[in-house]
C-alpha cells in the first residue's frame, strides 16, 4: 500500500500500475519472445510501461484512431501516426518504455472491429535483452495538466523519420495477440487500471483528510458558541460542529471508498486464484460489475474530500505552503483518468447491468442481502434497514430502464444511475465495516460507527433523488437543444 500512497503524492513516471497491467496483459496474451525480452524488467522496475489509445482528433471515440501499422517481410510492423495524452510517454528514468499502440493494419476495417494492439518499444531489445536502436517514437509535446506535475503527459508521434532502426523510418511494432482483436485486449489492462486510478484516487482523498484532522487539532481559532467571556482562550477548530461535520464527510468518503477498491483488489485476487470454478467465475462477474464504480466514486467523492480539506485549512488550504491544495489539483484528474464518468456510467448501465444474462447484478444483491440479514438482529439494524429500502428500490429502477427500447432515452441519466448504485454500494461497504467490528468498543471503533452512521444518514439519502428521477426516465436533458444553450 505504502507504494500506492507514494505515487499518488509524489507523481511517478506514469502509473505505476500501468506497468504493472502492461507486464500482466503481455503474459496472458503476448508472444513467448516479448514476455521473454520485456516482462521481466517491467516487473522489476527497469521498463516502464504506457497506454497508447487516444489521438488528438478522436479523444475517447477509440473508434476514430488512424495511427496505421504495415506489415513487414519480418514479421513485425511499422507503425505511423500521433497518440495523445500518454502518461509516462517519455522520460529518462528507466531503460526502456514499452509503448503498447491501438493502430489499424493496412486495409483493416473501419470502426473498433479494424483496431490491433502493438507492443512498440522506445528502445529495441536484443535477443539476449540488451538494449538496441532507438525506435521511431518520439515526444512531439508535453501537456501541462492542472495535477499529477511530477508525471509526463505527452504526445507521441510514431514513424516519422526522426529515427531510423534498420535503416528506415517508421516505428517499429510487434502484434499482441491476433490481428483485430485489439481493442479488447486493451481492456484488459483498461479495467485493471481503472481498479488502480480508483485506489490512487482514494489515496489523494485519504492523504488530504488526515493532514486536515491534524490541521483542526492544531490550529487554534474562535471560541465556542455558548462562550460569555471573549477573553477565554481559543479553541482548536476541531470542536466546532461545522468542522466536525466536514472531517466526518471526509472520514465517509475516503474510508468508504477505500473498503470499496480493496473488495475489488480482493475481487482480482480471487478469480485466477479460486479452486472452485464457480467461485472463480463469481468472482469475474462482479469485478465487471463493480469496475465501473470502482473507478468512478472515488475519482468524485474522495475528490469531494479534497475540496473540503481546503475548506478546513480556511483561507490557508489555498496557498502552496500546505499540501492539500496540490492533493486537489492532483485529484481532479481522476474524474478523467481511464474513460469520464459519463463513460462508466454507460458501461455499467448500458452493459454491465446487463450482461451474463444480469447474473452478475443478481449477484451482487445477494451479497448486500446477505449482509443486511446479517445485520438485522444486531445494534446496526437501522442502517440494514435504511440500506435495504435503497436496493429495494434499485433493483425496481434497474429492471424499469432495462425495458427502454430506445437506448439513447435510457442511457441518457447513466450518470445518476452510477452516483446511485455508487452510493448504495458504498453503504453497504460501511454496514460490512461495522458488522466486522462485533463488540469492540473503543475510538476506532466508535469512529467507525459514527462514520457509517453519518453516511446512512447523510449520504445515502442522496439516491433517493436520482433514483426518483431515474423511475421517471426524465428527460430533461435528452430534449434540451444545441440552440437552447
Not at 488528438?56 to 500521433?82: I, K, M
Not at 522506445?122 to 518520439?138: F, M, P
Not at 452493459?351 to 438482529?377: C, E, N, Q, W, Y
Request: proline fraction near 4%.
Amino acid at each position: 500500500m505504502s507504494a500506492w500512497f507514494q505515487a499518488a503524492n509524489c507523481g511517478t513516471a506514469g502509473y505505476p500500475f500501468l506497468t504493472q497491467a502492461n507486464a500482466h496483459l503481455l503474459v496472458s496474451h503476448g508472444s513467448p519472445e516479448q514476455v521473454e525480452r520485456y516482462v521481466g524488467p517491467m516487473l522489476e522496475g527497469r521498463f516502464f510501461g504506457t497506454m497508447c489509445l487516444s489521438e488528438p482528433q478522436a479523444g475517447s471515440s477509440l473508434a476514430d484512431v488512424t495511427t496505421v501499422a504495415e506489415p513487414q517481410p519480418d514479421g513485425t510492423f511499422r507503425l505511423r501516426g500521433n497518440k495523445m495524452w500518454i502518461s509516462g510517454g517519455d522520460h529518462e528514468m528507466g531503460d526502456n518504455i514499452v509503448h503498447l499502440v491501438l493502430a489499424r493494419t493496412v486495409g483493416a476495417p473501419a470502426g473498433t472491429k479494424g483496431i490491433s494492439l502493438f507492443l512498440v518499444p522506445k528502445h529495441l531489445v536484443e535477443a539476449d535483452g540488451s538494449i538496441g536502436e532507438r525506435n521511431d517514437v518520439v515526444l512531439a509535446g508535453l501537456n501541462h495538466k492542472m495535477g499529477w506535475r511530477g508525471t509526463t503527459n505527452t504526445l507521441l508521434n510514431f514513424g516519422e523519420g526522426g529515427h531510423r532502426p534498420g535503416g528506415e523510418p517508421g516505428a517499429v511494432g510487434y502484434l499482441v495477440g491476433e490481428q483485430h482483436r485489439g481493442l479488447a485486449l486493451m481492456f484488459h489492462m483498461m479495467n485493471e487500471a481503472r481498479v488502480g486510478v480508483g485506489l490512487g484516487a482514494v489515496a489523494l482523498g485519504y492523504t488530504g483528510y488526515l493532514k486536515a484532522l491534524a490541521y483542526a487539532r492544531e490550529r487554534t481559532q474562535g471560541r465556542p458558541v455558548a462562550a460569555k467571556d471573549p477573553a477565554a482562550p481559543q479553541v482548536p477548530i476541531i470542536d466546532h460542529a461545522d468542522v466536525r461535520r466536514m472531517l466526518l464527510a471526509m472520514k465517509s468518503y475516503v474510508e468508504g471508498g477505500l473498503g470499496l477498491v480493496l473488495y475489488a483488489a480482493r475481487l482480482v485476487d480471487e478469480e485466477p486464484t479460486a479452486t472452485d470454478p464457480a467461485e472463480a467465475a463469481d468472482a469475474h462477474r462482479l469485478l465487471e460489475l463493480l469496475t465501473p464504480m470502482v473507478k468512478s466514486w472515488p475519482s468524485q467523492w474522495c475528490l469531494a474530500a479534497n475540496d473540503l480539506a481546503i475548506q478546513v485549512h480556511g483561507g490557508y488550504g489555498y496557498t502552496r505552503e500546505y499540501d492539500v491544495e496540490q492533493h486537489y489539483r492532483d485529484n481532479r484528474l481522476n474524474p478523467i483518468h481511464e474513460g469520464t464518468h459519463g463513460i462508466q456510467g454507460i458501461d455499467l448501465l448500458g452493459r454491465k447491468v446487463a450482461m451474463f444474462d444480469g447474473a452478475a447484478f443478481a449477484a451482487h444483491g445477494a451479497l448486500l442481502d446477505a449482509s443486511i440479514t446479517r445485520a438485522l438482529d444486531t445494534s446496526s439494524a437501522a442502517l440494514a434497514d435504511a440500506l435495504s429500502i435503497r436496493l429495494t428500490r434499485l433493483r425496481d429502477v434497474t429492471a424499469s430502464l432495462l425495458r427502454v427500447a430506445d437506448p439513447m432515452a435510457r442511457l441518457a441519466n447513466a450518470s445518476a444511475y452510477l452516483e446511485a448504485f455508487g452510493h448504495i454500494t458504498v453503504a453497504w461497504i460501511w454496514l460490512e465495516q461495522v458488522l466486522a467490528l462485533g463488540d469492540r468498543d473503543d475510538d476506532f471503533a466508535r469512529g467507525k460507527r459514527q462514520a457509517a452512521r453519518y453516511f446512512m444518514q447523510w449520504e445515502l439519502p442522496r439516491a433517493d433523488a436520482w433514483l426518483d428521477r431515474l423511475a421517471d426516465n426524465d428527460d430533461t436533458a435528452l430534449a434540451m437543444r444545441d440552440d437552447w444553450f
